[in-house]
């Protein structure tokens, strides 16, 4: 079992930038291929970012490219999402989500899910 438990979020202005942070504990990361979801109030649970566990690549929903990075830290069992450009539209609850063998972009391909952090976003 891996526990994961998100931090950083908060409220923005429109422009700003935040930090999240995913921290695991039972298990190590690194067996893990790690992203990052999230969902607005009244939508679906939606792809935002994936680092594979083999080589460190990363992944990114065209909507966010090129203003958000995910990150991993094997060694402190961490995963990160510096997000910066922020907008009205990024407002929502952000998951963190851990899944073996080879997910991309579904929900369903991840095994293991954190409680979510809000963020919003002021204009």
């Known amino acids: 079992q891996v526990q994961l438990v998100e931090s950083g979020g908060g409220v923005v202005q429109a422009g700003g930038s935040l930090r999240l942070s995913c921290t695991a504990s039972g298990r190590t990361i690194s067996s893990f291929t790690m992203a990052w979801f999230r969902q607005a109030p009244g939508k679906e649970r939606e792809f935002v970012a994936r680092?594979?566990?083999?080589?460190?690549?990363?992944y990114y929903a065209d909507s966010v490219k090129a203003r958000f990075t995910i990150s991993r830290d094997n060694a402190k069992n961490t995963v990160y999402l510096q997000m910066t450009s922020l907008k009205p539209e990024d407002t929502a609850v952000y998951f963190c989500a851990a899944g073996g063998g080879s997910p991309w972009r579904r929900v369903g391909d991840y095994d293991y899910w954190g409680q979510g952090t809000q963020v919003t976003v002021s204009s």
């Open positions: 680092i594979t566990r083999s080589d460190g690549r990363q």
